[in-house]
C-alpha cells in the first residue's frame, strides 16, 4: 500500500514568536511542569557532544508529555562565543511529532522556542514562589533570555520597577532601552549586581557566567530567585552560602543532582545535601510540598529547562500555524 505523502511545516523564529503568546505559554508550562512531578513524562537527561575545536558542543533533548500528549525532540548547538559576532549562543531546531503514528509534523527554529517557554517557566516559579507584593525585578544579564524574560514579566506579571545589570555597560543600556519599550514603568541600569540586588524582590540570573556572580550577603531577605544561565555542573551564577540559605526548589530533580552547579558545588562543599531541594515547582504548584512559609524566606527556582516544557510549547505554536496558515509547508 502506498504511504500518504510526510508533509511537514517549517516554522521560522520570527513565526514562533508569533504564535507563541506568553500567556498561552506560562499556562502551558504549567500544566507541563505539574505533569513532570507527577511522573507523566518520558524526559531522559540532556545529552552533549563536545566539538574537537573551539568550545562548541551539540546538544539534543527528546521528551515526551502525557497531557496533552505530545512528543519531539530539540537539536541545538552550543557555542559561547557567537554573542560577539551578534549571533545566539544556543541555534538549532525542534522537530515535533503526532502521537497516533508517531510521523513528524513540524520542524521548528529552537532558539525562540527556547526562550520563551524557559522566560515561562521563571513567570510560573515567581507566580508560586515570590511574595505577592513584590514590585522590583533585577535582570542580571543583557542577552536573548534577559529579553525573554522582561516580555514574558511584563505580559504575566508586570513590576513596577524593573532594574537590568551587564558586564557591558553598553549592552546594559540596550537592554534597559528594551525593557521600556516593552512597556516597563520605570527602568534603572546598575553599575554592580550587588546595586541590582539590593532592592529587588525578585531576582532573575540569565548570564552566561561560569563563576559566581551573586553571593548570599548581596541578597535581602524575603527575595526570589530564578537561577537560569547556568546550565552544566561547571558553571553556577551563586555562590554556596546563597544556596544555603535559601528554601530551594528545581525544575526537575533529576536533572538538578546532575547538572545544576550551584547546587553541586555546596553538596562538594559539605554546606547542604540533596535534601537541600524541597521539592519540584510541579510539587509547589500541585500543592504537594510547599512554597514560600514566610515574607522573610529567600526563595530559590533552579532553572535547567526540562524536556517536557519544549514539546508543549511546540504544539501551540503548530497548532496555531495551521489555524492561520504560517509556516512553510515541505513534502518529504
Not at 44 to 54: V, Y
Not at 69 to 86: D, M, W
Amino acid at each position: 500500500m502506498q504511504q500518504p505523502p510526510l508533509e511537514l511545516r517549517v516554522i521560522s523564529a520570527r513565526e514562533v514568536r508569533e504564535l507563541l503568546p506568553f500567556g498561552e505559554c506560562v499556562a502551558a508550562v504549567k500544566q507541563a511542569m505539574q505533569g513532570v512531578s507527577a511522573g507523566n513524562v518520558l524526559m531522559p537527561l540532556r545529552q552533549f557532544m563536545s566539538l574537537p575545536s573551539g568550545d562548541g558542543k551539540l546538544a539534543w533533548m527528546p521528551g515526551y508529555l502525557g497531557e496533552p500528549e505530545c512528543f519531539g525532540i530539540k537539536l541545538l548547538s552550543l557555542f559561547p562565543g557567537n554573542p560577539r559576532v551578534g549571533l545566539s549562543s544556543h541555534v538549532g531546531l525542534y522537530v515535533l511529532y503526532e502521537s497516533a503514528h508517531g510521523r513528524p509534523v513540524a520542524i521548528m527554529e529552537a532558539s525562540a522556542l527556547t526562550a520563551i517557554r524557559t522566560a515561562a517557566a521563571s513567570v510560573v516559579a515567581t507566580l508560586a514562589l515570590a511574595r505577592p507584593d513584590s514590585s522590583t525585578l533585577a535582570i542580571l544579564g543583557t542577552g536573548e533570555e534577559a529579553r525573554s524574560h522582561i516580555d514574558a514579566f511584563q505580559a504575566v506579571r508586570p513590576f513596577e520597577r524593573v532594574i537590568v545589570w551587564g558586564r557591558n555597560p553598553d549592552a546594559a543600556r540596550e537592554c534597559a532601552e528594551y525593557a521600556l519599550g516593552a512597556g516597563c514603568a520605570h527602568v534603572e541600569v546598575a553599575a554592580s549586581v550587588a546595586a541590582a540586588a539590593a532592592d529587588a524582590d525578585v531576582i532573575c540570573t540569565v548570564t552566561g557566567s561560569p563563576t559566581a556572580i551573586l553571593f548570599g550577603r548581596d541578597v535581602r531577605r524575603g527575595t526570589h530567585l530564578c537561577l537560569v544561565g547556568a546550565s552544566i555542573p561547571s558553571s553556577r551564577e551563586v555562590d554556596d552560602d546563597l544556596v544555603t540559605l535559601s528554601r530551594y526548589f528545581v525544575d526537575y530533580r533529576g536533572s538538578a543532582l546532575a547538572q545544576a552547579g550551584e547546587l553541586l558545588e555546596a553538596i562538594k562543599a559539605g554546606r547542604v545535601t540533596e535534601a537541600h531541594i524541597l521539592g519540584e515547582i510541579g510539587d509547589v504548584l500541585s500543592g504537594s510540598v510547599p512554597g514560600r512559609l514566610a515574607h522573610d524566606d529567600v526563595t530559590v527556582y533552579k532553572s535547567l529547562g526540562v524536556a517536557a516544557q519544549d514539546p508543549v510549547s511546540a504544539l501551540l505554536v503548530y497548532r496555531h500555524a495551521l489555524e492561520r496558515g504560517l509556516g512553510t509547508v515541505a513534502e518529504l
